[in-house]
């Protein structure tokens, strides 16, 4: 029988990645929290309906990414694909829409794509949220807490900032006819994902990979020509304000977004470092998303990161290691019933007053010999021995695994006496113990 395996795309992420997922959580929560985001927790599971209505019907997510499967009441529900259309159904849901509300979130989303590096089909997002300012100085404040971000994460010259307009939907609707009506007339030179968009989603073409679609959207109508005034305005305003804080962006003309409640302001994080799989947040302005999802029209703005492509990034760049810290401190090992209860109780003991430290017990049994074998693999600094000897004279033997020993010393072995172990470890681990009042 073949053994089972995880669902392609949908990875584990193992005790040596972790350290680096909880260093970005927890980065990214203290900054939010510094800036008066609150966290929301979401359901991983919506009524199809919602992002159908929300990231559009003709998107590549909803045509061909989504999970969607009918409960046993014959209901459709979808494993979400991103947390904008989830966080807006709770704003509206829970009455959270009477001002302005900062919002975040963050967990897995489910989208069936083809799985490569940076991409996978349950992936993992950071996503920030804020409702009821219309106003640009919202976009130029979610845009200065990434930034803050990337110098936190030591990933600064690793990215770059691109930022755009995509107008108000009669501004992209006006585009939309002048953008196909010239591709229209160099169908036959487009690839082929680009001819299928052509009638459904042409502004998507606008991001093709593609070279040869790059090359003949050099002499297409440009997006910023149909712009609104309002649109105009806003987004030199906005452009203004980053100028103002210091901040270096590019404005990329062919920037679009693949889901349809984006307006005006639309931007990305890129990083070459990567591969293909560049953008390592992105975001935008959608105001009519919560009216379209029935609340009270309100307007708002957002922004979503992959925490892989992050993870990915911050190892890349050397901004963590990884190598994996030591699995132990110290590892205790005892031979013996009577040095076992000694041991198990004076561990215990060190556990109640040195939580800064990782002392592992070996268990299982064995010699001393294979005991400290596991010791010396654990990467513990200090080896605790209890046998016969020790128990007799209420001592423990502090045997250190990584210092050279003296040239004719028994390899620096320490007898300590019971009720000094403590101290003993707090000398050795000075360096990695807070220091008490
Ligand atoms: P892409 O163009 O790379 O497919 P997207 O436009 O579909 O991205 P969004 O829906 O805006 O992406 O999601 C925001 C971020 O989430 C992306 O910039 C990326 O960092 C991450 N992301 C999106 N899809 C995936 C995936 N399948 N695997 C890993 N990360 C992803
Ligand atoms: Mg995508």
Redesign the pocket.
């Known amino acids: 029988m073949s053994n089972i395996r995880a669902v392609r795309g949908m990875n584990d992420i193992l005790p040596d990645e972790t350290p680096h997922w909880r260093y970005l959580e927890r980065t990214v929560s203290r900054l939010l929290a510094s800036y008066g985001y609150g966290e929301i927790r979401l359901p991983v599971v919506e009524q199809t309906d919602l992002f159908k209505r929300s990231i559009g019907e003709v998107t590549?997510?909803v045509e061909k990414e989504m999970y969607s499967f009918d409960d046993r009441n014959g209901e459709s529900l979808t494993l979400r694909p991103?947390g904008t259309a989830g966080c807006v159904r709770a704003a509206i849901q829970q009455g959270l829409l009477g001002g302005p509300q900062r919002l975040w979130y963050a967990g897995p989303?489910f989208?069936y794509?083809r799985p490569q590096k940076?991409?996978?089909?349950q992936?993992h997002?950071i996503g920030v949220e804020a409702f009821g300012v219309a106003s640009v100085d919202m976009d130029a404040e979610l845009i200065l807490l990434s930034a803050r971000l990337w110098r936190q994460l030591g990933l600064v010259d690793a990215v770059q900032l691109q930022v755009n307009s995509i107008g108000s939907s009669s501004a992209r609707r006006a585009y939309r006819s002048a953008l196909v009506a010239y591709l229209e007339s160099h169908r036959d030179a487009l690839d082929e994902d680009s001819q299928r968009r052509l009638h459904s989603n042409p502004l998507r073409i606008l991001d093709s990979k593609s070279p040869q679609t790059q090359a003949i959207l050099d002499g297409a109508p440009a997006l910023a020509d149909y712009l609104d005034d309002e649109a105009r305005s806003d987004f030199s305003r906005l452009c203004d304000l980053l100028q103002a804080a210091g901040l270096p962006y590019v404005v990329n003309p062919r920037l679009v977004?693949?889901?349809d409640y984006y307006n005006k302001t639309v931007f990305?994080w890129v990083t070459d470092r990567l591969g293909a799989?560049g953008?390592?947040?992105?975001?935008g302005r959608y105001d009519n998303l919560v009216e379209q999802l029935g609340g009270k029209a309100t307007p708002a703005v957002g922004f979503?990161?992959?925490m892989?492509?992050l993870v990915l990034l911050m190892l890349e760049t050397g901004a963590v290691e990884s190598a994996g810290q030591s699995a132990a401190d110290v590892y205790a090992v005892a031979v013996g019933d009577a040095a076992h209860r000694e041991a198990l109780a004076a561990v215990e003991s060190l556990r109640d007053h040195l939580d800064d430290l990782v002392i592992v017990q070996h268990t299982g049994g064995g010699s001393f010999k294979s005991q400290l074998k596991k010791a010396d693999k654990s990467g513990a600094r200090v080896a605790l021995i209890w046998g016969e000897d020790e128990v007799r004279a209420q001592t423990v033997t502090v045997k250190p695994l990584r210092e050279a020993a003296e040239p004719g010393e028994k390899s620096g072995q320490l007898s300590v006496p019971r009720e000094q172990l403590e101290a003993t470890l707090r000398t050795v681990f000075a360096d990695q113990i807070r220091q008490e009042e």
Request: charge should be neutral.
């Open positions: 590549d997510i991103e989303m989208r794509e940076g991409r996978q089909r992936f997002q977004r693949g889901l990305e799989q953008t390592v947040c992105a975001g979503a990161m992959g892989e492509r």
